[in-house]
């Protein structure tokens, strides 16, 4: 009997032990606020298929956005009025800046010419675009529009280059897993932020100011759509099904709330 | 039956319970040894799981670090590379100057630290997946220092924007100081360059030139990776040229079609050797032809990082300068007539003493993340008064309250010299309480950023106990902020008609001791540096007598030398 109890106990007490240990990693992957990619991807000519495309929006009265402060080089960095860009919510609360994306394509189109030279310019001390999207094993370039030195620090990828005034185009190491969105920084003016995404298929739009996007030749077949935003967050959890037939084409909006 | 499967089953779960974490944290290839140890004497900073988040990781700064990122700041590796062994042994062993990290060789064996280490490495997944082992800094064709190379890296320190951050002179004082932050978001300082022994990871020019190159990871600091420099891959001559004809279109004048193609040609060789800089970062399969088109281009970039690390070298003096104890104490120098204004080329003459200071941690609010190294003090008397000269760094110029969403909370900056009200009568005899006095009180010498023309005299019974004094003395205070230095410049009579004040005599040991306050570090009332009792000295004009007694016993023995002589002469004869 007694040794029935015994067993019994260590029996809860194991469960309970895999249960926290377990909810404990879940916690963990909740925080980080990423993409979700495929485990591999092939590429193969795609002939009539479909399109996805929507409109993002924000759910509820938009926040004013923030006007920074140019402490630094006001000669060229205060040229223009910058705001703070971690939410850009336009007429009709439209979000720019979101990524929306094929989660688990596996096969498809490969990049066009443009999506294999991406930049990022840097001029009156600011990131344009806001949001990059780059293939792995492809290098960004960023562009030194400004009479003044940056830095471009990557952090996560643990680069750190210096740009002055004098070197106009600076690339940045490609990177062969798919990873990100990673966050770029200016350390000399510290308000300059940007995000990298380094993905590993074409099917990756960054809303625009109208917050439209659009995935374009889509091999037919139901894929999971996700979104990405840097304040907003993602919908890893409950992605979006959609069902892309031949030629046919696909709408899908999204409303994003405020993270409580 | 029923109770061996249960057995079975909880034998199995528990099983499954053990194995867990080792999924969680890769393969546990850290020995016991270096778990046990990490966990007594690493993890209380570091974290039981090594994010830098444990239960003294609040009150640092820079914090411990975070080793589940891969980034290292102290390595002999490349840009991007994750840092050797021996990296990771030597700054345990060694500690990091200037942060709460202590060296560790007297208190855990050398097995005992290499265990360690390889238990550091099961916190970051990229040591296992790294199949190569990480690429070391090149230090061959070392730049020997001298004049020349320092006036090179001069004029690169500015070229390459270091200035930004750490100042005209390299005392961190730079314009984007005040805004940087870490990887983690947390506030870090660029290097007061002038102050050397505080350097993280060494002073050597070798070490300098390791962090040029492979970059201080996770912080602003940048890495030197050949494409980042100005015409990387073009000669000098052939920079200047392709320099001169890009102006040209700058200016928006016609290229002939032969300058196109020159230029057409530069344009091809710069972006040559900068794709051969990208490969080599990435670590790709090169080419001979390749290879040799990075190394010859590299070349120039490591002339340049050895010149650059020479002037950064250039900046501080050879050695920590010795405390202002024993025959270091601050003695005040006699000179007749006027004493020397602030600017005056007189000061040049005298050596400073050198006061460090340290944070305040006794009463709350503390400062445990003291940012000013020292103070620095000079002084002269003449038969009626003392002057004086008080200089220490600070990387911001703080001259009111501000609050700024991206400095945070900043107040002014300040410095407070503190003596007691009466000399001690000897050595035995006690000082009172150097944080500003208790029973014994001190008398104080206040300066505020927000005045800078003018000086409060205090009293003060305990560090919250201060009290202006009612009759405030006579004084003639001018001050300076120039290039991330305070220079502080004070003149008083030796004797004034105040009873609370310090009357100074010659010849006498007086206590001195400091509190600075960097209000762009946040400190504010009794968060500040402080030191402890140094002694000061008026010192007394050496005796006229020397003119007279030394002379007069040569003579005598001289005399006698002639006397004794002629007598055994006499003696003799």
């Excluded at chain 2, 002038?194 to 070798?206: I, K, L, V, Y």
């Excluded at chain 2, 038969?383 to 501000?402: P, Q």
Aim: aromatic residues 10%; contains cysteine.
């Amino acid at each position: 009997m007694k040794t029935k109890m015994f067993l019994t106990l260590t029996l809860f007490l194991a469960c309970g032990l895999a249960l926290f240990v377990f909810a404990d990693n879940q916690e963990e992957e909740e925080e980080k606020n990423l993409l979700v990619f495929p485990k591999a991807y092939k590429t193969k000519s795609v002939s009539n298929g479909g399109k996805i495309n929507g409109v993002v929006k924000f759910d509820g009265e938009a926040p004013e956005m923030k006007k920074l402060e140019i402490v630094k080089d006001k000669a060229t960095c205060g040229k223009v009025d910058k705001f703070d860009e971690s939410l850009v919510v336009g007429e009709d609360n439209a979000i720019k800046n979101t990524i929306v994306y094929l989660m688990d394509i596996t096969e498809g189109k490969d990049f066009d010419a443009e999506a294999k030279k991406p930049e990022i310019d840097q001029k009156n001390c600011k990131f344009t675009p806001h949001v990059q999207i780059v293939p792995v094993k492809v290098r960004l370039t960023m562009l030194n529009n400004d009479p003044v030195t940056h830095n471009v620090n990557i952090a996560d990828i643990n680069i750190n280059k210096q740009q002055t005034r004098m070197i106009k185009r600076l690339r940045i190491n490609a990177m062969t897993k798919p990873q990100g969105p990673v966050e770029v920084k200016c350390d000399i003016h510290g308000w300059m932020r940007a995000w990298v995404a380094y993905v590993p298929h074409p099917y990756f739009a960054v809303t625009n100011e109208k917050g439209e996007f659009s995935l374009e030749n889509v091999p037919a077949g139901t894929y999971k759509l996700g979104y990405w935003h840097e304040t907003l967050g993602n919908n890893n959890k409950e992605p979006v099904t959609v069902e892309v037939t031949a030629g046919g084409e696909v709408k899908q909006d999204f409303t994003l709330k405020m993270k409580k | 039956m029923r109770i061996t499967m249960l057995t079975l089953t909880s034998l199995f779960i528990l099983a499954c319970v053990v194995m867990l974490p080792s999924f969680g944290q890769e393969a546990q290839e850290g020995s016991l040894i270096g778990k046990q140890v990490y966990e007594e004497s690493c993890a209380h900073c570091h974290g039981l799981e090594g994010r830098g988040d444990g239960s003294g990781a609040e009150n640092l700064l820079p914090r411990p670090r975070d080793f589940t990122r891969g980034l290292y700041k102290i390595r002999s590796t490349e840009s991007g590379q994750l840092p050797t062994d021996k990296d990771l042994f030597d700054i345990i062993t060694v500690g990091m100057p200037g942060t709460s990290m202590p060296g560790w060789e007297t208190s855990l064996s050398t097995n005992e630290r290499e265990e360690v280490v390889k238990y550091i490495k099961t916190f970051f997944s990229g040591f296992q997946e790294n199949e190569k082992p990480p690429r070391e800094v090149r230090l061959a064709d070392k730049i020997p220092y001298s004049k020349e190379s320092v006036e090179i890296g001069k004029g690169l320190y500015v070229e390459l924007g270091c200035v930004e951050c750490h100042g005209n002179l390299g005392r961190g004082d730079g314009t984007s100081a005040p805004t940087l932050v870490d990887a983690w978001d947390f506030k870090t300082w660029p290097a007061n360059l002038t102050e050397n022994w505080n350097f993280r990871g060494g002073s050597d020019p070798e070490d300098i030139f390791k962090r040029f190159i492979g970059g201080i990871a996770g912080s602003p600091m940048p890495a030197f990776q050949g494409d980042t420099f100005y015409h990387f891959g073009l000669t000098p001559e052939q920079s200047e040229q392709y320099a001169a004809l890009e102006k040209k279109v700058e200016d928006g004048e016609e290229l002939t079609t032969e300058e196109e193609e020159l230029a057409a040609q530069y344009f091809e060789i710069n972006d040559t050797a900068a794709t051969a800089a990208l490969d080599w970062a990435e670590g790709l399969e090169m080419s001979p032809e390749t290879l040799k088109i990075y190394n010859d281009a590299m070349k120039v970039v490591y002339e340049k990082s050895w010149h650059l690390a020479n002037y950064v070298k250039s900046l501080s003096p050879e050695k920590r300068p010795e405390f202002a104890i024993g025959k270091h104490v601050l003695r005040s120098q006699y000179i007749q007539g006027e004493l020397p204004a602030l600017a005056d080329e007189t000061w040049n003459t005298l050596e400073f003493s050198y006061y460090p200071l340290f944070g305040q941690i006794v009463v709350e609010p503390r400062q445990f993340n003291p940012s000013i190294d020292s103070v620095n003090v000079k002084s002269f008397y003449n038969d009626t008064e003392v002057v004086f000269l008080f200089s220490w760094d600070d990387k911001t110029h703080n001259t009111s309250e501000e609050e700024n969403e991206e400095t945070g909370k900043t107040y002014q900056d300040a410095i407070a010299i503190q003596f007691p009200v009466r000399p001690p009568k000897g050595p035995t005899d006690p000082k009172p309480y150097f944080l500003w006095g208790g029973k014994k009180p001190v008398y104080l010498w206040q300066w505020k950023a927000s005045a800078p023309d003018t000086l409060t005299e205090l009293t003060a019974k305990g560090i919250d106990k201060a009290e202006e004094q009612e009759a405030q003395g006579n004084f003639a205070v001018e001050s300076d902020y120039t290039d991330g230095k305070y220079s502080l410049w004070v003149k008083r009579s030796l004797k004034t008609d105040d009873k609370k004040d310090l009357q100074l005599d010659v010849a006498t040991f007086v206590p001195i001791a400091f509190s600075v306050w960097d209000g762009g570090n946040g400190d504010i009332d009794t968060k500040r540096v402080i030191s402890s009792w140094y002694s000061f000295v008026l010192e007394p004009l050496p005796s006229t007598r020397r003119f007279i007694y030394p002379p007069l016993v040569a003579l005598l023995s001289f005399g006698l030398l002639v006397g004794l002589r002629r007598f055994i002469q006499r003696r003799n004869s």
